[in-house]
């Protein structure tokens, strides 16, 4: 987050939860047989770990924590993880 962006206050972090992720929830129970539905279900608990990182709610140091969290979820979800592909920069010396 760049320090030009406002953070979520309290309130606005309660009420995005309930009118989306726990919506969103509710909705995969409520259709079981949704084809990748522990993908999305995943995708929803990232998303809202994503919210309360941007919002006020937590202490810097919490907050802090939850970005590397966020991070490295990202990392670890490549596909293209230990595959050693040249990245673009060693492609574009080439």
């Known amino acids: 987050m760049t320090d030009q962006q406002r953070r979520w206050t309290h309130e606005e972090v309660k009420r995005l939860l309930e009118i989306s992720?726990?919506?969103n929830f509710k909705n995969?129970?409520?259709h079981p047989e949704r084809p990748y539905r522990l993908q999305i279900a995943g995708d929803y608990?990232?998303?809202?770990l994503k919210v309360l990182a941007e919002s006020e709610v937590l202490p810097d140091d919490i907050r802090g924590q939850l970005l590397h969290i966020l991070e490295l979820h990202e990392?670890?979800?490549?596909?293209?993880?230990?595959m050693n592909l040249p990245e673009k920069k060693e492609e574009a010396q080439s």
């Open 28 to 30: 995969l129970i409520a």
């Open 75 to 82: 990392q670890v979800s490549n596909p293209f993880l230990g």
């Open 21 to 23: 992720v726990i919506a």
């Open 45 to 48: 608990a990232v998303n809202a």
